[in-house]
C-alpha cells in the first residue's frame, strides 16, 4: 500500500497546507496545518517528497523552513509526496487515491 494512503491529511481540506502569503491570517493556517502534520504517520516520507516544492507546507515544513534546511535532513526526494499534484494528501480531486 502507498504511504500516501496513511497520510493523516486525506480527509482535510488541500488548501489548508497552501497558506497565501507568510503572515497574518497565512500563520493561522500554517499552524493548523501543522498540527495536522503533528500526528501524521508518514510525516517523515512526506518531508522527503516535498523537500523541493516551492510552496505549501510538506511534512510539517514551510516553503522557508525547507529552504533553511529545518527539516529532518532527509529531503531529496523525487515525485509527490501523500499529495496528488502539489497538493496534501486527502486534498486530491475526488477520482485520486490517497497517498
Ligand atoms: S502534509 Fe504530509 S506530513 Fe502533513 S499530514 Fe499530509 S502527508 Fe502527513
Redesign the pocket.
Known sequence: MDW?YR???RD?DPEL?FPIGSSGPALIQIDE?KA??AV?P??SR??TF?AGEYDG????LTAAERRLGSGTGLGGGTGR???AEGR???NRPSSSVA?
Open positions: 500516501r497520510a493523516a491529511c482535510v497546507f496545518a495536522v502534520c501524521c508518514v510525516r512526506c518531508e516535498g507546507v510538506w511534512g510539517g509526496p501523500g499529495h496534501p494528501a486527502g497517498p
